[in-house]
T-cell receptor, first 110, second 113 residues
Framework: GENVEQHPSTLSVQEGDSAVIKCTYS??????FPWYKQELGKGPQLIID?????GEKKDQRIAVTLNKTAKHFSLHITETQPEDSAVYFC?????????FGAGTRLFVKA | EPEVTQTPSHQVTQMGQEVILRCVPI?????FYWYRQILGQKVEFLVSFYNNEISEKSEIFDDQFSVERPDGSNFTLKIRSTKLEDSAMYFC???????????FGPGTRLTVL
């Protein structure tokens, strides 16, 4: 069945450093790849997304890259801040179904 | 800014009981979803709903689950006979017809005793 692998499961960085989270998907029909941030006790909030016809997208300190051939996509956060600390989920969507990765718990140390 | 709302925020029930989780999607949205997240685990797709019918469902969404849009604003998830393993956060999401972005509600924590 469809699967999304996400690494690392935990990531600890110093404030100001960059953080990179990587995902791999299995379903070739996936054409939309959102990234969500989830804070404790809240629902996932979209932070950035990318469609399969685009290789890279940037929004201020956040960027996402997609390699459709290799079925890899990555989230890059630059100049990390303590408020970036949360769980981040990648997801792959095709049609009416969205499959999430297992999540990465990001700690940004001040 | 419009948002998805869910009630109740926490539901405690006895094993074997029926529960109904309620969601009010964003008003002009046409696509609706339910997800579940067992504590500390990933978000799992349950079902998508469009044009008053199920579009897709996962293997988790068995005969014990059903969804309904009883009126123009609510979207409900019913679990007929709850099991201990149904304990989880349940998230509703909705999206419009123009974009792929799903907006998630704050979730309902279901505890089955």
């Amino acid at each position: 069945g469809e699967n999304v692998e996400q690494h690392p499961s935990t990531l600890s960085v110093q404030e100001g450093d960059s953080a990179v989270i990587k995902c791999t998907y299995s379903d070739s029909a996936s054409n939309y790849f959102p990234w969500y941030k989830q804070e404790l006790g809240k629902g996932p909030q979209l932070i950035i997304d990318i469609r399969s016809n685009v290789g890279e997208k940037k929004d201020q300190r956040i960027a996402v890259t997609l390699n459709k051939t290799a079925k890899h996509f990555s989230l890059h956060i630059t100049e990390t801040q303590p408020e970036d600390s949360a769980v981040y989920f990648c997801a792959a969507s095709g049609g009416f179904k969205t499959i999430f990765g297992a999540g990465t718990r990001l700690f940004v140390k001040a | 800014e419009p948002e998805v709302t869910q009630t109740p925020s926490h539901q405690v029930t006895q094993m074997g009981q029926e529960v109904i989780l309620r969601c009010v999607p964003i008003s002009n949205h046409l696509y609706f979803y339910w997800y579940r997240q067992i504590l500390g685990q990933k978000v799992e797709f349950l079902v998508s709903f469009y044009n008053n019918e199920i579009s897709e469902k996962s293997e988790i969404f068995d005969d014990q689950f059903s969804v309904e849009r009883p009126d123009g604003s609510n979207f409900t998830l019913k679990i007929r006979s709850t099991k201990l393993e149904d304990s989880a956060m349940y998230f509703c999401a909705s999206k419009d017809r123009y974009t792929d972005t799903q907006y998630f509600g704050p979730g309902t924590r279901l505890t089955v005793l």
